[in-house]
């Protein structure tokens, strides 16, 4: 019989419904009647229906076709049809003898439908769009500034208006021809506007960015905002904002890069002497031809890298750096040359080029930068649009009347204690207090639900219970969107058709086969009385495993076996009461790649040293030659059973074949063999 655990079952499926992988015996195919006039475009008939060349080519495609190999010839298609109208025959009489209404059954497609589907939904609605905006965002790079106004995300209406209506008066200025630098230097709340030239946020300027170094609003009006023009006053979570675009161009390709720091210790003469002479020291030995990371570990004072050869990572244009440091850096135009030094705000440096990554293709960029992507905000962001979408289109209802009743009579604090410390089941009335689709919440379910999320964060009390009722309808509408995924999406509709039938195939095979041979102790015997002599085993030598957790005890056996003999030795073994030792035998007729074939060398009487085995230490034992015998009934049991299955099932599938009048015609399938 056939046996399975639970994790093995889904895998087996997963073969089962690749028909390539069904391992049916093709010795019961040649009984089928294949006539020669060519029925176009049918390749079989099976209970009157026709299965055509193009569904039987695209179940070739996605089962059949051997990874690798371009080339398929007649013979291919011919078997790969045969197994097919098998598979077919299979599921069709599974379905006749009622298998699918099992309840067990229909529960596991259950569970297999939410544990595929919900992932799919996430990959194909809320990651592939996400991740595809990305990587065309990471192939091109925008360069621009910024003015901020801070507003607290919970700020007030009044104090929103005075953010607008200054940020509005800036951006005129700007239109008019002010210096957007240095209205951003007076006026930016991004601290590092005031910073210094030539870093990052200086008089609000950026820098270069590709996708991904920005939040999604800031990144999505960078890049829908033309070179030169200044964009609407747009809102994240950081406040008001402004930016003006001054330049777009292609993103280079990541580096790895190396420098060699210097740091000036002091401001005076002397110490810009000092520093002086040390970089025309380094810069000397650098065009000398000395190795770059030897003269890091030499003079670098950058102490992290310097152990490195100055090796600072894998760094990208737009990753923020100083831009004199960035400039030289990725201007540097053969891998393992330098330059410098250039000045930054943490000393003088020398870079070298190391290494490039270019950007691979979207296939091949898609892992990483999903993970990338999972990380960051606009991920939830994107879920929660998707779920309020699915929201809108099916349309939701709640309770407003109570809503507002709560807002008049409870301040938010006085809200979350009522629905923390009220027992709503004990109340004579549960009225529904929200509706979507086929879902309903009651008072107290809401009640319970309110107490177990973390209630989101909001000026009143209507706006907390209506952010919580949101969440409530995000997550009933994945799981609607779930439920009706298999009408909506084709592809997701034929996945789950591929493992119906290979569950229901599972099932008849384990019914009528599997189980029947497993237990049908007189076909065994028969089949054995008929063909017992071909059940042998060849000369096979005898190995004696002795395994322990002690090293020294087991060392000290084998030293022993090799100079006393066997029975002396283990006879020493046993009176060693804190030696616990363990003796296994197997048998072995030629190499299989085991720790075991290392006895095939030996003599017999010769044992190996001790070695490393399974969390402990093992010795093996040549015991000699076990000579070919015939098998007992329960030793050829297991090959028995293989044998009456294979019987079974071919005699069951011409059975088949005559029941569902299946008719093959493998001469159509010549249209697919290229001339």
Same mark, same amino acid.
């Given at each position: 019989?056939?046996?399975?655990?639970?994790?093995?079952?889904?895998?087996?499926?997963?073969?089962?419904?690749?028909?390539?992988? $069904?391992?049916?015996?093709?010795?019961?195919? !040649?009984?089928?009647?294949?006539?020669?006039?060519?029925?176009?475009?049918?390749?079989?008939?099976?209970?009157?229906?026709?299965?055509?060349?193009?569904?039987?080519?695209?179940?070739?495609?996605?089962?059949?076709?051997?990874?690798?190999?371009?080339?398929?010839?007649?013979?291919?298609?011919?078997?790969?049809?045969?197994?097919?109208?098998?598979?077919? &025959?299979?599921?069709?009489?599974?379905?006749?003898?009622?298998?699918?209404?099992?309840?067990?059954?229909?529960?596991?497609?259950?569970?297999?439908?939410?544990?595929?589907?919900?992932?799919?939904?996430?990959?194909?609605?809320?990651?592939?769009?996400?991740?595809?905006?990305?990587?065309?965002?990471?192939?091109?790079?925008?360069?621009?500034?910024?003015?901020?106004?801070?507003?607290?995300?919970?700020?007030?209406?009044?104090?929103?208006?005075?953010?607008?209506?200054?940020?509005? %008066?800036?951006?005129?200025?700007?239109?008019?021809?002010?210096?957007?630098?240095?209205?951003?230097?007076? @006026?930016?709340?991004?601290?590092?506007?005031?910073?210094?030239?030539?870093?990052? +946020?200086?008089? +609000?300027?950026?820098?270069?960015?590709?996708?991904?170094?920005?939040?999604?609003?800031?990144?999505?009006?960078?890049?829908? !905002?033309?070179?030169?023009?200044?964009?609407?006053?747009?809102?994240?979570?950081?406040?008001?904002?402004?930016?003006?675009?001054?330049?777009?161009?292609?993103?280079?390709?990541?580096?790895?890069?190396?420098?060699?720091?210097?740091?000036?210790?002091?401001?005076?003469?002397?110490?810009?002497?000092?520093?002086?002479?040390? $970089?025309?020291?380094?810069?000397?030995?650098?065009?000398?031809? /000395?190795?770059?990371?030897?003269?890091?570990?030499? @003079?670098?004072?950058?102490?992290?890298?310097?152990?490195?050869?100055? =090796?600072?990572?894998?760094?990208?244009?737009?990753?923020?750096?100083?831009?004199?440091?960035?400039? %030289?850096?990725?201007?540097?135009?053969?891998?393992?040359?330098?330059?410098?030094?250039?000045?930054?705000?943490?000393?003088?440096?020398?870079?070298?080029?190391?290494?490039?990554?270019?950007?691979?293709?979207?296939? /091949?960029?898609? /892992?990483?930068?999903?993970?990338?992507?999972?990380?960051?905000?606009?991920?939830?962001?994107?879920?929660?649009?998707?779920?309020?979408?699915?929201?809108?289109?099916?349309?939701?209802?709640?309770?407003?009347?109570?809503?507002?009743?709560?807002?008049?009579?409870?301040?938010?604090?006085?809200?979350?204690?009522?629905?923390?410390?009220?027992?709503?089941?004990?109340?004579?009335?549960?009225?529904?207090?929200?509706?979507?689709?086929?879902?309903?919440?009651?008072?107290? #379910?809401?009640?319970?639900?309110?107490?177990?999320?973390?209630?989101?964060?909001?000026?009143?009390?209507?706006?907390?219970?209506?952010?919580?009722?949101?969440?409530? &309808?995000?997550?009933?509408?994945?799981?609607?969107?779930?439920?009706? &995924?298999?009408?909506?999406?084709?592809?997701?509709?034929?996945?789950?058709?591929?493992?119906?039938?290979?569950?229901?195939?599972?099932?008849?095979?384990?019914?009528?086969?599997? #189980?029947?041979?497993?237990?049908?102790?007189?076909?065994?015997?028969?089949?054995?009385? /008929?063909?017992?002599?071909?059940?042998?085993?060849?000369?096979?030598?005898?190995?004696?495993?002795?395994?322990?957790?002690?090293?020294?005890?087991?060392?000290?056996?084998?030293?022993?076996?090799?100079?006393?003999?066997?029975?002396?030795?283990?006879?020493?073994?046993?009176?060693?009461?804190?030696?616990?030792?363990?003796?296994?035998?197997?048998?072995?007729?030629?190499?299989?790649?085991?720790?075991?074939?290392?006895?095939?060398?030996?003599?017999?009487?010769?044992?190996?040293?001790?070695?490393?085995?399974?969390?402990?230490?093992?010795?093996?034992? =040549?015991? +000699?030659?076990?000579?070919?015998?015939?098998?007992?009934?329960?030793?050829?049991?297991?090959?028995?059973? =293989?044998?009456?299955?294979?019987?079974?099932?071919?005699?069951?599938?011409?059975? &088949?074949?005559?029941? @569902?009048?299946?008719?093959?015609?493998?001469?159509?399938?010549?249209?697919?063999?290229?001339?």
């Amino acid at each position: 019989m056939l046996k399975t655990s639970s994790t093995f079952r889904y895998v087996l499926l997963l073969s089962l419904v690749s028909i390539a992988g $069904l391992g049916c015996s093709s010795s019961y195919t !040649t009984a089928v009647e294949q006539p020669v006039e060519v029925v176009p475009d049918v390749v079989a008939m099976l209970n009157g229906s026709a299965i055509t060349l193009d569904e039987f080519k695209t179940n070739f495609d996605r089962n059949g076709r051997v990874p690798g190999e371009d080339s398929v010839s007649a013979d291919d298609y011919e078997e790969f049809l045969s197994r097919f109208v098998d598979f077919r &025959l299979k599921v069709l009489e599974a379905r006749r003898i009622g298998l699918q209404d099992d309840p067990t059954l229909q529960t596991e497609v259950q569970q297999y439908r939410l544990q595929l589907a919900r992932p799919y939904i996430m990959e194909r609605r809320v990651f592939e769009p996400l991740v595809r905006e990305m990587y065309d965002r990471r192939t091109d790079m925008v360069e621009a500034s910024h003015i901020l106004l801070t507003v607290q995300p919970n700020a007030s209406p009044e104090d929103t208006l005075t953010a607008w209506n200054q940020l509005t %008066a800036i951006r005129d200025s700007v239109v008019a021809g002010a210096s957007f630098g240095q209205l951003a230097a007076q @006026y930016s709340q991004d601290p590092s506007a005031a910073g210094q030239p030539g870093n990052p +946020g200086y008089q +609000g300027q950026l820098g270069y960015f590709g996708g991904g170094r920005m939040v999604e609003a800031f990144e999505d009006m960078a890049f829908n !905002t033309a070179v030169g023009e200044v964009s609407s006053i747009f809102r994240t979570q950081f406040g008001y904002h402004v930016l003006q675009v001054t330049d777009r161009k292609r993103l280079p390709a990541d580096r790895e890069l190396a420098h060699v720091m210097v740091r000036q210790q002091g401001a005076t003469p002397a110490d810009q002497a000092a520093t002086e002479a040390k $970089l025309d020291s380094i810069q000397a030995v650098l065009e000398r031809g /000395e190795v770059f990371a030897e003269v890091a570990r030499t @003079y670098s004072d950058d102490q992290n890298s310097a152990v490195r050869g100055g =090796n600072i990572g894998r760094l990208a244009f737009d990753a923020g750096l100083p831009f004199t440091f960035r400039d %030289a850096a990725f201007g540097i135009e053969t891998e393992g040359q330098w330059a410098g030094p250039v000045r930054t705000n943490f000393g003088y440096h020398f870079i070298q080029f190391n290494s490039s990554f270019p950007l691979g293709s979207f296939e /091949e960029e898609y /892992e990483s930068m999903k993970s990338r992507i999972s990380q960051m905000p606009r991920t939830q962001a994107a879920q929660d649009a998707f779920a309020a979408r699915i929201v809108e289109e099916e349309g939701a209802w709640v309770d407003s009347s109570l809503v507002e009743g709560w807002a008049e009579s409870m301040s938010q604090d006085s809200l979350v204690r009522w629905m923390a410390l009220t027992d709503f089941s004990t109340l004579d009335d549960d009225p529904v207090f929200v509706e979507f689709a086929d879902s309903t919440l009651s008072l107290s #379910e809401f009640a319970k639900f309110f107490r177990r999320i973390t209630v989101p964060a909001a000026r009143t009390a209507e706006q907390r219970v209506y952010g919580v009722v949101d969440q409530w &309808l995000a997550e009933r509408a994945i799981d609607f969107e779930v439920n009706q &995924l298999e009408q909506r999406d084709p592809e997701f509709a034929a996945t789950m058709q591929d493992f119906r039938d290979g569950l229901l195939l599972f099932r008849f095979m384990e019914k009528e086969v599997w #189980e029947k041979a497993a237990t049908d102790t007189t076909a065994l015997e028969a089949h054995f009385a /008929e063909h017992g002599s071909s059940y042998r085993f060849p000369d096979r030598t005898r190995v004696v495993s002795y395994s322990s957790v002690n090293e020294e005890g087991l060392n000290r056996l084998v030293t022993s076996i090799r100079g006393s003999g066997l029975d002396a030795a283990l006879t020493e073994a046993e009176a060693d009461t804190l030696f616990v030792l363990r003796a296994d035998t197997t048998f072995i007729a030629e190499p299989s790649g085991s720790i075991f074939d290392q006895v095939l060398s030996l003599n017999q009487g010769e044992i190996t040293d001790a070695s490393s085995y399974n969390q402990g230490w093992i010795a093996l034992y =040549n015991d +000699g030659i076990d000579p070919e015998r015939e098998m007992t009934f329960d030793e050829a049991r297991s090959e028995l059973v =293989n044998e009456v299955q294979a019987d079974l099932e071919s005699q069951l599938m011409a059975d &088949l074949r005559v029941q @569902y009048g299946v008719v093959l015609y493998p001469e159509a399938l010549q249209a697919l063999i290229p001339e």
